[in-house]
């Protein structure tokens, strides 16, 4: 589409260790471009390759919507580890001298919280590859609980329900354990013979910690089929889950809404629904992916109002044209 002077433009980018989205709409909300790109964690890759992926996105991003870079009015960027001063600093001295004002840097958990409250107090309970529940307080006060990271933290996540299955399988194998259908299932995912060859397959691995996260959507599909030892470790994992967010209501002090995020809260996995059935708060479903809640971070930052048509349209992809295609789900 072509811009003009007229029309302001606000752009989002949600980052973490595995994939970045950024996205452009107006002041109405509506999205006109939208680009994905490698994982923006400056904890997890080198800083040069970070900001080379952030500006590739913006410029794609900026050619998509037909819009110069001063028609942007606000530039919300939500990464992992953005929280801490040495990744700010990084952040700022990259983009502040070109943006000005009109960069604003937060965690990526403002932008999965902001997708649920649209800008208002909540918690975010984030069960992806890690673990952490973060509130944001109606006085602006910020508690996190969890986050630790794999080696001492991270319960509920992909990569403690993957570990755990990996655990189980070769339990059963020994004798020592109860037979489950994750046996099969990982043996195959993972392209060996046997389970005791998953240790070399796994510990050879450059990248342990996301082989391991990704076994677990076998452990979903196995509980939902009624495997026993996949059930206790979904219900486990729920217990972990709800344990993060209810420690960080009491933090908080106030009632407050949990918003579920995450690539296992954000399907329909036999987790979420765990989740929803012992929740014991208010728990929220976002309606659109955490980018959204960059966008509308940008935009209220900006003081733009975010109104029902605003929220209606931030939640679906509206191109004028086919940049990308399809909805943002």
Wanted: aromatic fraction near 6%; charge should be neutral.
């Amino acid at each position: 589409m072509r811009s003009s002077e007229k029309r302001r433009w606000f752009l989002g980018i949600d980052g973490g260790g595995s994939k970045t989205t950024a996205a452009v709409c107006g002041a109405d909300g509506r999205i006109v471009a939208l680009a994905m790109g490698e994982g923006s964690n400056p904890l997890s890759r080198p800083w040069p390759e970070v900001e080379e992926t952030l500006r590739a996105l913006i410029r794609d991003c900026l050619r998509q919507a037909g819009a110069a870079a001063h028609e942007v009015e606000g530039l919300f960027f939500g990464l992992a580890g953005a929280d801490r001063p040495q990744v700010q600093t990084m952040i700022v001295n990259a983009f502040q001298a070109e943006w000005g004002e009109r960069l604003q840097i937060d965690n990526d958990a403002v932008a999965a919280l902001y997708s649920g409250t649209w800008g208002g107090p909540g918690i975010v309970l984030i069960a992806g590859t890690g673990s952490i529940a973060c509130a944001l307080t109606a006085d602006g006060s910020r508690h996190r609980v969890g986050g630790w990271g794999y080696l001492v933290g991270d319960e509920g996540s992909g990569f403690d329900l993957g570990r755990q299955a990996v655990a189980a399988a070769l339990r059963a194998f020994d004798g020592r354990g109860e037979a489950t259908a994750l046996t099969g299932m990982l043996v195959s995912h993972y392209g060996v013979d046997t389970p005791d060859q998953l240790i070399a397959r796994l510990y050879g691995s450059p990248n342990p910690r996301r082989e391991l996260a990704g076994a677990a959507i076998l452990v979903d599909r196995a509980a939902a089929a009624g495997d026993a030892v996949a059930g206790r470790l979904v219900r486990q994992a729920a217990a972990s889950l709800l344990e993060l967010a209810e420690t960080c209501l009491a933090k908080a002090g106030e009632r407050l809404p949990v918003v579920l995020a995450g690539g296992l809260m954000a399907a329909d996995t036999m987790l979420r629904r765990a989740v929803l059935e012992l929740a014991r708060f208010e728990a929220v479903v976002p309606a659109a992916p955490p980018v959204t809640g960059c966008l509308a971070a940008a935009l209220m930052r900006a003081g733009r109002p975010l109104d029902a048509a605003v929220r209606k349209n931030l939640c679906r992809y509206h191109p004028e044209g086919e940049a990308n295609g399809g909805e943002l789900v």
